[in-house]
């Protein structure tokens, strides 16, 4: 079946440190993959997704290139801000384009970052 | 535009009560989901709609029963609460380019 392992957290940065965060997967098919983000006492809220390999999904200075050859939607960001502290989710759906309905996620991520 | 409303944000039960937890959306959207998020688990998906008339079981649907009358509203309703179904609970609704999620159910059983 499908599965997402992304890095244990928690991590914790200072202000304009980089960031990376690690997924992997395992699908049939072409799942498209998402980073969702969710802040304290909130729902999640889609921060970027890719929808076929190579493709690069990009929102708010973060970054993730799907990498079929390594099954991998890594998360970056160049300088975290104190605003980025949230739980960052990983997650996959089978099939281009639609299953959003149908979502695999990882664990999650708990970013902390001190000013 | 509301999105995705959930009610009530905030529930305690006593084992073996019944209650149901509401998800409406304005949206129109033919997709909507529950799923339930558990410490170190992530978000695992519960029920499932693709249109009014029409829902499907998840990954732990077990304890749970879910219909789908309209368009707008997708109700998650818990039969007989146990201890294990302590969670929080989150809606979606779903375009075919995202799904929108509501802001929780924080439920505790007792």
């Known amino acids: 079946g499908n599965s997402v392992t992304q890095m244990e957290g928690p991590v914790t940065l200072s202000e304009e440190a980089f960031l990376t965060i690690n997924c992997t997967y395992t699908a049939t098919g072409y799942p498209s993959l998402f980073w969702y983000v969710q802040y304290p006492g909130e729902g999640l809220q889609l921060l970027l997704k890719?929808?076929?390999?190579?493709d690069k999904g990009s929102n708010k200075g973060f970054e993730a290139t799907y990498r079929k050859e390594t099954t991998s939607f890594h998360l970056e960001k160049g300088s975290v801000q104190v605003s980025d502290s949230a739980v960052y989710f990983c997650?996959?759906?089978?099939?281009?384009?639609?299953?959003?309905?149908?979502?695999?996620f990882g664990k999650g991520t708990l970013l902390t970052v001190n000013p | 535009n509301a999105g995705v409303t959930q009610t009530p944000k905030f529930q305690v039960l006593k084992t073996g009560q019944s209650m149901t937890l509401q998800c409406a959306q304005d949206m129109n959207h033919e997709y909507m989901s529950w799923y339930r998020q558990d410490p170190g688990m992530g978000l695992r998906l519960i029920h499932y709609?693709?249109?009014?008339?029409?829902?499907d079981q998840g990954e732990v649907p077990n304890g749970y029963n879910v219909s789908r009358s309209t368009t707008e509203d997708f109700p998650l309703r818990l039969l007989s609460a146990a201890p294990s179904q302590t969670s929080v609970y989150f809606c979606?609704?779903?375009?075919?380019?995202?799904?929108?999620f509501g802001q929780g159910t924080r439920l505790t059983v007792v």
């Open positions: 979606a609704s779903s375009s075919e380019a995202e799904a929108f």
């Open positions: 997650a996959l759906s089978r099939g281009s384009g639609g299953s959003n309905y149908k979502l695999t």
């Open positions: 709609s693709v249109g009014a008339g029409i829902t």
């Open positions: 890719a929808t076929k390999a190579d």
